[in-house]
């Protein structure tokens, strides 16, 4: 048979000729060899399974422990979905950031009272602790914010906006940005101003989804897809509000607005 004629040739050696074709090789030794290939495969994966099973046993209590984890975590990443995941961290951590401000913010009017009583014996002691307590916090707010942030300026809210839009801004949603965010915003608040946290929150759980999209391995597809990471920094934004206002509705009709160009109906579950 010359090479054209053998690069003809079918998996059982079949070959093609001018009208019908005919079989070069037997069809039982074909099955013979299929079936000896078979085999050997069941027998690989029979020893690899052994020998993942004797390596298991080899581990220690901790190792085990780890693979468990990962093993758990896997299922549950391949059950609930990565996304979910993702809302149900940045929901829990946002909450936790909300009582930590609030505590702290309570803490400081607490102590604009104490030391306005402990003065009650000057009037004219009163009156200066009253005034200069709200402005050395607003003071410090000011500079640390320029200092540390200057992205943390203002509301948050316009800047979202662009953001969802397509907009790139550069250094806005980053590490020094959040702590300058928190501290400003509870210095300010802490000083007894009548000033709302309803803005500077939405921009804080931006923040942290995106830096919670960054650090963990797991969630970094969401990071790499421009469209996912919009839809987590619109429930982002929701998160914030019902941070808030303990209105997770309310969160959700706010993300709606901040997003009013277009939103995805999945978006009202995740957001909620």
Known sequence: MSSSESGNTGPLGYEQTLMYGHYTRELGDYAKQEAARIKGEKER????????????????????????????????????????????????????????????????????????????????????????????????????????????????????????????????????????????????????????????????ASIVATLLSKLITSFRGIYQNESRNVEMLAAACAVGVSCTFSAPIGGVLFSIEVTATYFAVRNYWRGF
Not at 71 to 89: A, M, N, P, S, Y
Not at 126 to 133: D, K, N, S, T
């Open 45 to 204: 994966v029979q020893l690899e399974s052994e020998v993942d099973g004797s390596r298991y046993r080899e581990l220690t209590c901790c190792q085990r422990s780890k693979e468990c984890l990962l093993r758990c975590r896997q299922w549950i990443f391949t059950k609930v979905g990565e996304d979910w995941i993702f809302l149900l961290l940045l929901g829990v951590i946002m909450a936790l950031l909300s009582f930590a401000m609030d505590y702290t913010i309570a803490k400081f009017q607490l102590a604009h009272i104490w030391l306005h009583h402990e003065l009650r014996n000057s009037v004219v002691l009163q009156f200066a602790a009253w005034v200069l307590f709200p402005i050395v916090f607003i003071s410090f707010s000011s500079g640390f914010v320029h200092i540390v942030g200057p992205n943390a300026i203002g509301s948050g809210i316009p800047e979202m906006k662009t953001i969802l839009r397509g907009v790139v801004l550069k250094e806005y949603l980053t590490f020094r940005t959040l702590v300058a965010k928190m501290v400003g915003l509870i210095t300010s608040l802490g000083s007894g101003l009548p000033l709302g946290k309803e803005g500077p929150f939405v921009h804080v």
